[in-house]
């Protein structure tokens, strides 16, 4: 079946680690990839996206995520986490311009 | 600028009662969804709208879920009669017009069915 998956469902780093979230789907076509953070008693929002080109894409507050589109991946990455990065985190793949499809997300514990 | 507003933020109800669930969306958004995030799991679409028009419902349990729109802005989502199964957390998600376009999500309503 046509899916996002996140492996990580639990993650936990002290600060000042790097963080490497995975995420892979299974769709064919023409795919657009999304990073979504839902901090503790707020809403989703979104951290980053891949449209074209560069595949390569900076969000805010220094994540990145690289698309591979031959592993079909779109892993998130971080070099130094802080406390504050804790939080909830959804990879999401938008299929020939129809609907968002979301994994079932990571939570990042980072401890002080 | 305000961003997707719901309401309630919460509510407990019992099965077998109705719930209606209120979405105010950016203004300027076309393209408003509604999903259903279980705990643990990512957000699921139940439906999508452009303007006033559902352009898809297929994951709308159409039993006992309804949603309307009717003037292309703000828009409600109903269950009648909830049964315990529908506790999890209802987003209302807005976007200029759909497709590539990044979705502003609203806060959710979280619903118990006791």
């Not at chain 2, 709208?49 to 559902?54: T, V």
């Given at each position: 079946a046509q899916s996002v998956s996140q492996h990580n469902h639990h993650v936990i780093l002290s600060?000042?680690?790097?963080l490497e979230l995975g995420c892979n789907y299974s769709y064919g076509g023409t795919v657009n990839l999304f990073w979504y953070v839902q901090y503790p008693g707020q809403h989703l929002q979104l951290l980053l996206?891949?449209?074209?080109?560069?595949?390569l894409v900076k969000g805010i507050k220094g994540f990145e995520a690289e698309f591979i589109k031959s592993k079909f991946s779109f892993n998130l990455r971080k070099p130094s986490v802080q406390w504050s990065d804790t939080a909830e985190y959804f990879c999401a793949v938008n299929v020939n311009n129809n609907d968002m499809r979301f994994g079932a997300g990571t939570r990042l514990t980072v401890k002080p | 600028e305000a961003g997707v507003v719901q309401?309630?933020?919460y509510k407990i109800i019992e099965k077998k009662q109705p719930v209606a669930f209120w979405c105010n969306p950016i203004s300027g958004h076309n393209t408003l969804y509604w999903y259903l995030q279980n705990l643990g799991q990512g957000p699921e679409l139940l439906i999508r709208?452009?303007?006033?028009?559902?352009v898809d419902d297929s994951q709308l349990p159409k039993d006992r879920f309804s949603a309307e729109r009717l003037k292309g802005?703000?828009?409600t989502l109903k269950i009648q009669p909830a049964e315990l199964g529908d506790s999890a957390v209802y987003l209302c998600a807005s976007s200029l017009d759909g497709g590539y376009n990044e979705q502003f999500f609203g806060p959710g309503t979280r619903l118990t069915v006791l």
């Open positions: 600060e000042a680690a790097s996206k891949y449209f074209s080109g560069d595949p | 309401s309630p933020r709208y452009e303007n006033e028009e559902a802005v703000d828009s």
